[in-house]
């Protein structure tokens, strides 16, 4: 089995075969920067996919690309939900890389009973072993389940306890959550055209020690329209972007609270795109700013 210490060394024939094509070098090193969880101190790779289509849709083929290029890259997490937390927890055994990945299983609860099938059934399309993190949906449902989430921890059945949503009315609950000590992880929405994340929940995470996954940092693909037709300032290479994909992620990615940011393609290409953000450079203070500015420029 692979491990997470491993996982430069996974570049396998398969994986390797599935990236070249689309333009990466074999012989080139792809070191994907980590940040440590909080509270454990478990690295965590700084990009990762997003619950893409093809996962949902029981596509093997395109949902095992994606994994390899992520793989390939030093990349670990995974967001996972519906029928696609079955494709890609299959695809983990089959590939196993149980040690490298690192699968973020939203839940959708119901009755205790009702919660524990439901994960049990997700470790059997896994291979068995506790899910890396369970993530609700339903902030104030997790508030008033506390024990029965921490006990899934106890159990044994889940690694991690988070929450995952993608808008700024559940800011609030989200915070009771984190000051109650009853999640280790938050998945929020944050980037330069959503960025009301920065005043209050993201230095709020950092000072209750729980660990941050950005969505849509592409505002489910709104971004790209606004910065269509621009030319990537020169100055972007002093931060090693190549790209206004990465132009965003590297904004996020340069908030000290933030662990990993995930994006949603179903393109090998564009995940290659994103998941170079997770190396080289990364913006200071200033140039964030300046960054910020450009982007409402072009509104
Ligand atoms: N729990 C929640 O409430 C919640 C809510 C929203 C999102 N999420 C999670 O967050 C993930 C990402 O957020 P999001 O769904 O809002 O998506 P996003 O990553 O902000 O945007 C996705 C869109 O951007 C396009 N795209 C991605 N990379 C690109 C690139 N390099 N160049 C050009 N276009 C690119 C994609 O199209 P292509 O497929 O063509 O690349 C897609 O249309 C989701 O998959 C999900 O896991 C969770």
Redesign the pocket.
Same mark, same amino acid.
């Given at each position: 089995m692979t491990t997470r210490r491993d996982f430069l060394g996974y570049s396998a024939a398969a994986a390797l075969a599935a990236a070249a094509p689309l333009g990466a070098r074999a012989d080139e090193p792809r070191q994907m920067m980590t940040r440590a969880i909080p509270g454990t101190g478990e690295a965590l790779a700084v990009v990762g996919?997003?619950?893409?289509?093809p996962f949902g849709a029981g596509d093997s083929a395109l949902t095992g690309q994606l994994l390899d290029i992520l793989l390939q890259r030093g990349g670990g997490f995974v967001?996972?939900?519906g029928r696609g937390r079955f494709t890609v927890g299959q695809l983990m055994r089959e590939k196993q890389a149980h040690e490298q990945l690192f699968l973020?299983t939203?839940v959708a609860g119901g009755t205790p009973q009702a919660l524990r099938a439901e994960i049990e059934a997700i470790r059997q399309a896994q291979g068995g072993g506790a899910l890396d993190l369970v993530?609700s949906?339903e902030p104030s449902d997790l508030l008033a389940r506390s024990d029965e989430y921490q006990k899934l921890k106890q159990d044994g059945l889940t690694r991690y306890v988070g929450v @995952?949503?993608? +808008?700024e009315q559940f800011y609030p609950p989200i915070m009771e959550l984190m000051r109650a000590g009853a999640v280790d992880f938050i998945?929020i929405?944050y980037?330069m055209l959503e960025p009301g994340a920065a005043d209050e929940i993201l230095p709020l995470a950092q000072e209750q020690n729980v660990a941050v996954i950005i969505?849509?940092?592409?505002?489910?693909?709104r971004?790209?329209p606004r910065v269509s037709g621009h030319e990537l300032p020169e100055w972007a290479a002093e931060f090693d972007c190549t790209?206004?994909?990465?132009f965003s992620l590297k904004f996020i990615l340069a908030h000290p609270a933030v662990n990993c940011v995930?994006?949603?393609?179903?393109?090998p290409?564009? @995940?290659i795109? +994103?998941l170079g953000a997770g190396s080289g450079r990364l913006p200071d203070e200033a140039t964030r700013r300046r960054m910020q500015n450009l982007i409402q420029e072009m509104a």
């Open positions: 996919l997003g619950n893409a289509k967001d996972t939900s973020g939203n993530f949906r @995952a949503r993608s +808008n998945q929405n980037s969505n849509r940092p592409f505002v489910n693909g971004y790209f790209s206004w994909a990465q995930i994006t949603e393609t179903a393109n290409r564009h @995940a795109d +994103n």
